[in-house]
C-alpha cells in the first residue's frame, strides 16, 4: 500500500508563496512520475505541474513562470513551490503519483489566496 503526506498548505495573500511537500511511503515499484492537481469548488480536477522520475516537467499553462515543481528521489518527495499567488488558485491541490502499477492520490490542502 502507498501512502502519499501533504503538507504546507494554507491562507495567503495575494502576491505571496507558498511551498507544498508530498512525501510518498509504502510499497512504491518502479515510479514514472509524481505532480499536483487541484479541485476549485464546482469545477472539475485538474492538472497544476508533474515531473517525470527523469527529471521532465509539465505545467498547466495558467502557472508557468510562478509555480515551479521539483522532486527528491531519494525521499520519493516532490515539492510544489508557488509565488505569485492569485486568489483563483484557490483550491484543493492533490498529490499525485504514478507508478507502472497504479496511481494515487493524496488527501488533499487546502490552499486559499486572498484578495
Known amino acids: 500500500q502507498v501512502q502519499l503526506v501533504e503538507s504546507g498548505g494554507g491562507l495567503v495573500q495575494a502576491g505571496g508563496s507558498l511551498r507544498l511537500s508530498c512525501a510518498a511511503s509504502?510499497?512504491?515499484?518502479?515510479?514514472?512520475?509524481m505532480g499536483w492537481y487541484r479541485q476549485a469548488p464546482g469545477k472539475q480536477r485538474e492538472l497544476v505541474a508533474d515531473?517525470?522520475?527523469?527529471?521532465?516537467?509539465n505545467y498547466a499553462d495558467s502557472v508557468k513562470g510562478r509555480f515551479t515543481i521539483s522532486r527528491d528521489n531519494t525521499k520519493n518527495t516532490v515539492y510544489l513551490q508557488m509565488n505569485s499567488l492569485k486568489p483563483e488558485d484557490t483550491a484543493v491541490y492533490y498529490c499525485?503519483?504514478?507508478?507502472?502499477?497504479?496511481?494515487?492520490w493524496g488527501q488533499g490542502t487546502q490552499v486559499t489566496v486572498s484578495s
Open positions: 499525485n503519483l504514478r507508478s507502472v502499477l497504479a496511481a494515487y
Open positions: 509504502g510499497m512504491i515499484f518502479r515510479i514514472n512520475g
Open positions: 515531473i517525470t522520475y527523469g527529471g521532465t516537467t
